[in-house]
């Protein structure tokens, strides 16, 4: 055996070693009862249980019926009501038509195909090698990814959301503009993730005149407001009476620039106000110069971008949020293999990054608060600015990627 392990090239041992990971890592999955145990889905519940209600003709916000659902089920009450949108838990109301432990295992199953589907996307839009040697390595580093563990354990829709930029990213490298908007509009239902990220790329968008992708956006912001008033017509002002609340009581204790702050500023609150706001400020005004950039042309690039901004400046995004780094982690993944680096330092740095966002638990036992996972998003943008510092056409995706050999002819395209 020993013997077998060592004539094997560096392709194949990082070849063979993906696939163990990758074997033992659905073994855990499918095996392990947790994984499909809606009762450590502590998010999971908050969805289908609003679904469930509207099935029964109640309204999610309402205290009362929230909590005697909480009861029939034996579960101590994580939130006095729903914390989402109401137009989430219309969409998801084929879950609520489900038993509990039926709906849970659905989700499961629909999230690891949403991050799997995602997955393909991106590297078919970045036309990554498809080769097994390095196809499997990355996609190894996908779902040893902590977030992407975090989002499973505890049923979250960040596997969705990624899945929503991802398509919409696919949609306008194929001139369809406004359905791509239509579509990433959708990432507003986990609101704290979504208002910002469409604040951001709504800037992009005017500065670059892409009115279509706008009209789109506009179009599924109004049609989920009206869906929800269907069943509620005061569903907003309940949902943000109670979102305000939540967010203030928990914007210092999260994994973003605001936690950072807490942790630079305890015990005093009015510093980690200032410190917050000004390191936000200072990444806010670092994304918006990019975007004056004649170069920063590629929506794929602005999106990475943007998804690393926003994971960082959010009052209240937890560490299964990062998921979304999925996409400028591949991005960066194929820029070394662009610039023909190294095979075992391309196919190791998503492998790297998942060590270096599992070595943030220990920080988190140190200090008592998982706020220096912050420090992920921060590298990866960090990372990507490098890699646009030295050539932007090497985050480019489509045809443009094609051309990286040709200087002139990406050259002409960005003076385009």
């Known amino acids: 055996m020993a013997n077998w392990l060592r004539r094997l090239t560096p392709k194949q041992a990082i070849l063979f070693l993906s696939l163990a990971i990758l074997g033992v890592a659905l073994s855990i999955l499918l095996g392990r009862p947790k994984a499909f145990n809606y009762l450590d889905g502590w998010d999971f519940l908050t969805f289908w249980e609003g679904s469930y209600l509207l099935t029964t003709g109640e309204s999610p916000y309402d205290s009362t019926a929230w909590l005697d659902v909480h009861t029939r089920y034996g579960f101590p009450p994580q939130n006095q009501s729903y914390a989402y949108p109401l137009p989430l838990a219309v969409i998801l109301l084929p879950l609520g038509l489900l038993p509990l432990e039926v709906a849970a295992m659905v989700w499961v199953a629909l999230t690891y195909l949403a991050i799997l589907f995602a997955f393909k996307l991106i590297i078919g839009m970045l036309r990554f090698s498809p080769s097994p040697a390095y196809v499997l390595p990355a996609l190894a580093g996908v779902f040893l990814f902590r977030p992407v563990a975090v989002t499973f354990y505890i049923n979250q829709i960040d596997g969705f959301t990624l899945l929503w930029l991802t398509s919409s990213l696919f949609l306008w490298e194929r001139k369809k503009l406004f359905w791509g908007g239509v579509l990433i509009a959708f990432t507003v239902l986990k609101p704290q993730q979504g208002i910002p990220l469409l604040a951001f790329l709504g800037v992009w968008q005017v500065l670059r005149s892409q009115w279509k992708i706008l009209l789109g956006e506009g179009f599924t912001l109004l ?162 600015l490098l890699v646009y510092r030295k050539d932007p056409a090497l985050l480019r995706s489509g045809a443009a990627a094609q051309q990286l050999d040709e200087s002139a002819g990406w050259m002409r395209r960005l003076a385009g």
């Open 223 to 384: 049609s989920l407001y009206g869906l929800g008033v269907l069943f509620d017509p005061a569903w907003l002002q309940r949902w943000l009476s109670f979102g305000v609340n939540k967010v203030s009581l928990n914007f210092y204790s999260t994994p973003t620039l605001w936690g950072l702050s807490a942790l630079a500023c305890k015990p005093s609150l009015s510093c980690v106000y200032w410190l917050g706001a000004i390191l936000s400020g200072v990444a806010v005004l670092m994304l918006f110069w990019v975007f004056l950039r004649k170069s920063a042309q590629d929506s794929f690039f602005i999106m990475g971008l943007v998804i690393c901004i926003t994971l960082l400046i959010s009052p209240y995004l937890w560490t299964y949020s990062q998921l979304l780094l999925i996409l400028p982690i591949l991005m960066i993944t194929v820029a070394f293999y662009r610039m023909q680096w190294p095979y075992l330092l391309t196919t190791s740095f998503p492998l790297l990054l998942d060590l270096f966002s599992f070595g943030m638990v220990g920080f988190a036992t140190i200090i008592g608060a998982d706020l220096l996972s912050a420090l992920v998003p921060l590298v990866v943008g960090g990372l990507l």
